[in-house]
Each structure stands twice: as structure tokens, then as C-alpha cells.
């Protein structure tokens, strides 16, 4: 130990005891408190192993370092393959996920926690590399002494942080470790060097990543006219915008689908791609007006037919069962309780959300969910006659009432609906007296066997012409 590691031991010894001495540097100093506040003792402590072998294994494949810890590790080789030398790389909460380095060293370093795993935080092993440098969000070296745990004293850690220079979002850090004794000055700006061709790398990654998901997905988000209309990543940043300049450049939150609010009060709806996102969003100011409702005519007709922003659709079988369904709800229903309307009570909720993905093809950001639910204004032809059958003359509601509601359906759900709109406006016939009523009822498909309203109108006394 060289005379200056012994006046930072010293330094150490009387740091530890109360006193302030004035060899500490002030940045060494404030992390030895913090270390104090948070707990950590510099003789009873040892860095938690918080993470099992399986999840250290999943993070080494899917973590955002995982892509460029091979650039890391080829970058700082040379030092890492110094004896008694270790190269180590944490998450951004201080989870170390790659140790690398000689036999001897890493069984020294087993010894004192440093291991896949482990958390080597300020909050849990107090001033170090990795801690010390995330804390501070810059690179910093910690000198033999200047380590919090006695456990680590006889080393020194040259540590940088890194982060996605496109998101600006901390992913966490890499560390060279060695000897005091074999401590090179250079170390410090090798690892900075190696943190910043790190970043470089991941912002390049991020820029194709953000023009591949442009290319898949932008045609379908801009597919609505005269609709303020965006592309939302995972992360909140905004990869496109129609017209320009509508959106904040990235959303102050992670992004969930269903509806939110901008600052200035518009209402925007998050529709979800993708199960790891990006996100369409859409603004809703105006879609309650009736120019841009959702028109559904499902009577009389086994696939009902909608028109949504200017475009019609005839949908499949199953889709206009689910459309009528959450249009008479519009409160929403869950996943479960669709299963059961559209397939009874052993419906399966998986095979809900598979259709109601396949169904925002054509919806868009007008299904809500959580629980799903059609956004905006939705005209049903059913729900219209339902409503005006005590008000409208039963003449008007014949004239409107095409046939029952999708006729072919056997879903739960929609034969109640069907069964009380058909029964409702019969009785309405019934109770009329109008001979021309029950006339068109009669020789209608769907009151062709009706014998209650055929002899009905056999005691009508009919004036002749």
C-alpha cells in the first residue's frame, strides 16, 4: 500500500468514526452518507443477491444492455484479461448482470457478493463503482479506501454509466475492477469510452427499430381522414404525427391503451398495436357528433354492416355478434363476460381477445378496452327502434324494422337481445289494431307462422273499399 492509499485509510478510519476529514473528497464524502442514512454498515453489510439464476438469465438475453454487452466486452478485453482484473455491467437499479474476468478473481469476488445478481446499489453496498456512478448519473472512480464496505478496500472500480441517447432513459452501468495495487489512471476514460461506443450503438438500434415500426404500422394509423392521428412507442415517444406538431413529442407517462387527455383539455384515444406496443392514438375531440358516429344496421341481416369514418364494412359472423353486443352495452363488458354472451358458459376468454384483435383491424381507435367498448357515438338501428317504439307510430316502426336482430346468431347474448326487441314491437302491432299493421307483420318472413297476430287480424272488422 502505497503512502497515499494509507492517508485514505487513515481518512477512512476517522470518516467512519464521526470526524470529517479533509482527504475525502466531497463526492466520496456525500456518498458515505447516503450510504449511512440508507442502512448500510461498513463491516456487517454485504450486497443482497436479489435476482434467482433464471431471471439473471432472462435479462442477459432480453435487457437492453444484452445488445451491446459484447461491444462492452470487446472494447475493455485487454483489462479484463489482466489478472486479479473483472469487468462487470449492471442494470440501471444496480443488479449486476455480467461478471467477467480470471478464475481467481472471480472466486475473490464470490466471496464479497460481486456475482450475477447481486445488488451493488449505494442503497445496499454503499459507495462503489457501479452504486456510486448510477447515483451521480456520470462516470466515477472509487479508490481502494474510498469503498463504504471493508469488503471492498483493497480494490478500485472505474464505473460510467449508460443510457439510450434517443430516450435519454438510464439502462445502467459498466465497471472495470482491479487490485488497488494494479489501479491504472487511464482506467476511468477507457470505461467512459466504452459507455459512450455503447450508446452510440443502442441509439442506432433505436432509430431502425423506430423506422421499422413506421414502415409496418404508419398505414394503418394514418388510414382516417381528416382524424389528428399518431404513432406512440412503448416508451412514450412520438415516431409520427398527423398534422405535425398536434402531439407533445413524447407522452409524460408509459402509454396504456383506452382514452386520455392532453394538457390542453383534447381527448385522445390509445389504441395498442402490438402487444409490446407502439400505439395508434387518435384525437376524439368532435367524434360525438353525428356526422362521425358509428352507424351499425344488424337487422334482418346475418352479418351486419357498419360505416365508420366515411368507409363501410360488411363484418364476419362472429364480429357483428360482438359489435351488437358492446354497442347495447355501452358501458363495456369485460373479456369474460363477452365469453359468456357470444359462447356461453363455457366461453374462454382467450378466444375473445383474439377476436377483439383481429376486430380493431376494422374498429381501430373506436373499441375501447378495459373493458372493451365502442368510443364515441354509436347509431345502432336496433337500439334506435328500441327507443322509439313508445313514442313512433307502429306504421314508421314497420317501415324501419327490416327483420330481427342478426337472425342467424345463436349467441346468448344476442338472442335476448333479439327476442325482447321482436317481442316488444309485435306487442305493439298487437295492441294498435291497425289491420294494415298486422297485415305486414303476417306476411313478413318473420311473422309468417305468427298465429296470435293472424287471428287477431281475422276479427278486425275491415271496412270495405
Known amino acids: 500500500m502505497d503512502d497515499s492509499t494509507r492517508r485514505l485509510a487513515r481518512a477512512r478510519e476517522s470518516a467512519l468514526s464521526g470526524q470529517r476529514p479533509a482527504q475525502v473528497r466531497p463526492e466520496v464524502r456525500a456518498s458515505w452518507d447516503r ?10 453489510s454485504l450486497p443482497p443477491i436479489e435476482l434467482p439464476e433464471d431471471r439473471v438469465r432472462g435479462l442477459q438475453r432480453d435487457h437492453p444492455m444484452a445488445s451491446v454487452w459484447p461491444t462492452l466486452l470487446g472494447t475493455l478485453r485487454d483489462a479484463a484479461t489482466q489478472p486479479g482484473h473483472l469487468i462487470f ?57 474510498e469503498h463504504f464496505l471493508s469488503v471492498a478496500v483493497d480494490f478500485t472500480c472505474s464505473a460510467a454509466p449508460i443510457r439510450n441517447p434517443v430516450t435519454g432513459e438510464l439502462l445502467g452501468a459498466i465497471d472495470v475492477t482491479c487490485p488497488t495495487r494494479a489501479a491504472n489512471s487511464l482506467s476511468l476514460p477507457l470505461v ?108 334482418g341481416r346475418d352479418r351486419a354492416w357498419i360505416r365508420l369514418d366515411g368507409a363501410a364494412h360488411e363484418l364476419s359472423a362472429r364480429h357483428s355478434e360482438l359489435v351488437v353486443l358492446l354497442a347495447a352495452h355501452p358501458a363495456g363488458l369485460t373479456a369474460d363476460a363477452l365469453a359468456r354472451l357470444t359462447y356461453g358458459q363455457g366461453g374462454k376468454t382467450v378466444t375473445v381477445r383474439a377476436e377483439m384483435t383481429r376486430l380493431r383491424r376494422v374498429l381501430g381507435y373506436r373499441l375501447g378496452s378495459d373493458p372493451y367498448r365502442l368510443l364515441g357515438q354509436t347509431v345502432a338501428d336496433f337500439l334506435s327502434l328500441d327507443v322509439e317504439l313508445a313514442t313512433a307510430g307502429v306504421g314508421d316502426l314497420l317501415d324501419r324494422y327490416r ?17 325482447r326487441l321482436h317481442q316488444r314491437l309485435r306487442g305493439k302491432v298487437l295492441s294498435s289494431g291497425d289491420a294494415d299493421a298486422m297485415t305486414r307483420w303476417v306476411t313478413a318472413p318473420h311473422g309468417r307462422d305468427d298465429l296470435v297476430v293472424r287471428q287477431a287480424l281475422e276479427r278486425v272488422d275491415v271496412s270495405p273499399l
Not at 216 to 235: F, N, P, Q
Not at 263 to 292: I, K, N, Y
Open 192 to 299: 467512459a469510452a466504452a459507455a459512450r461506443l455503447a450508446e452510440a450503438q443502442l441509439g442506432e438500434q433505436t432509430r431502425q427499430q423506430d423506422e421499422r415500426l413506421r414502415m409496418r404500422y404508419l398505414e394503418h394509423v394514418m388510414r382516417h381522414k381528416g382524424i389528428h392521428s399518431a404513432l406512440v412507442g412503448a416508451d412514450g415517444r412520438v415516431l409520427h404525427a398527423s398534422p405535425g406538431g398536434w402531439l407533445p413529442r413524447r407522452w409524460p407517462r408509459p402509454p396504456h391503451e383506452g382514452p386520455a387527455t392532453l394538457p390542453d383539455g383534447r381527448r385522445v384515444v390509445f389504441e395498442r398495436l402490438s402487444p409490446s406496443g407502439p400505439f395508434a392514438v387518435h384525437c376524439t375531440d368532435g367524434v360525438d357528433s353525428t356526422s362521425e358516429a358509428l352507424l351499425l344496421h344488424a337487422l
Open 403 to 419: 327483420g330481427p336482430l342478426l337472425p342467424s346468431s345463436r349467441a346468448e347474448g344476442v338472442e335476448a337481445l333479439r327476442d
Open 89 to 145: 455491467a449492471s442494470d440501471s437499479a444496480g443488479h449486476l448482470l455480467w461478471v467477467m474476468g480470471d478464475r481467481s478473481a472471480r472466486r475473490l469476488a464470490e466471496s464479497v457478493h460481486l456475482v450475477p445478481g447481486a445488488l451493488w446499489s449505494e442503497g445496499k453496498a454503499g459507495t462503489s463503482g457501479v452504486g456510486t456512478a448510477l447515483a451521480l448519473g456520470q462516470p466515477f472512480r472509487v479508490r481502494g479506501p
Open 35 to 44: 450510504a449511512r442514512l440508507q442502512g448500510v454498515h461498513p463491516d456487517r
